[in-house]
């Protein structure tokens, strides 16, 4: 009988003890988890269409920020500018809206047209549908293929990486108007 209440109890404590462990999988702390692995990651390319409006009644880039000899600069070196541009299929400014370009540039540079874009490419149709990737990077704006990075993302995005591929469709040096074609892959 007591060999039977030994074994009742390691049985028990097993129960009590290692079971819920078992349960928890990686989980030991309540503050930290490992997540499981999901196997390889996915790559998605992109393609798609910028269009920067500064003139006109209803601007998608303005100026909020300059310094103080910014107009007497020839690439208007310590301007700021806000966006809120379309991102489309085509170059053709009435196609399909697939989504937005959010966030700003600025000229970071005294020498050429070089400008640094914080952007979030948030999209509103398809299957990437409320899903954004951010981009950060030096664009050497009059260079006819500019490289910029891919930092990061959120909804099917999430913890993105990888490189865009910008390429000017059309410029205005008038009103500095443009459409860039943009190329962009992404590991997620």
């Known amino acids: 009988m007591k060999m039977?209440?030994?074994?009742?109890?390691?049985?028990?404590?097993l129960l009590v003890t290692i079971i819920p462990l078992a349960a928890q999988g990686s989980r030991l702390y309540s503050w930290a988890n490992q997540l499981e692995e999901s196997g390889k990651d996915k790559v998605t390319n992109l393609q798609f269409y910028f269009h920067d409006t500064?003139?006109?009644?209803?601007?998608?880039?303005?100026k909020v920020a300059q310094a103080a000899d910014s107009d007497k600069s020839p690439t208007l070196f310590g301007s700021v500018f806000m966006v809120d541009d379309a991102l489309t299929e085509t170059a053709d400014p009435k196609s399909k809206l697939v989504g937005r370009a959010q966030g700003l540039y600025g000229s970071?540079?005294?020498?050429?047209?070089?400008?640094?874009?914080?952007?979030?490419?948030c999209f509103e149709d398809g299957p990437y549908k409320d899903s954004t990737i951010s981009m950060i990077g030096k664009n050497s704006a009059m260079n006819p293929v500019r490289e910029m990075p891919i930092v990061g993302g959120t909804g099917m995005?999430?913890?993105?990486?990888?490189y865009a591929i910008a390429q000017t469709h059309w410029f205005d040096p008038k009103t500095g108007d443009a459409i860039v074609g943009y190329n962009v892959t992404i590991v997620h």
């Open 54 to 62: 500064l003139s006109g009644k209803n601007p998608t880039a303005v």
């Open 157 to 162: 995005f999430r913890m993105a990486r990888g």
């Open 108 to 121: 970071s540079c005294k020498e050429e047209l070089g400008l640094l874009m914080a952007m979030s490419f």
């Open 4 to 13: 039977a209440k030994a074994e009742v109890s390691r049985l028990l404590f």
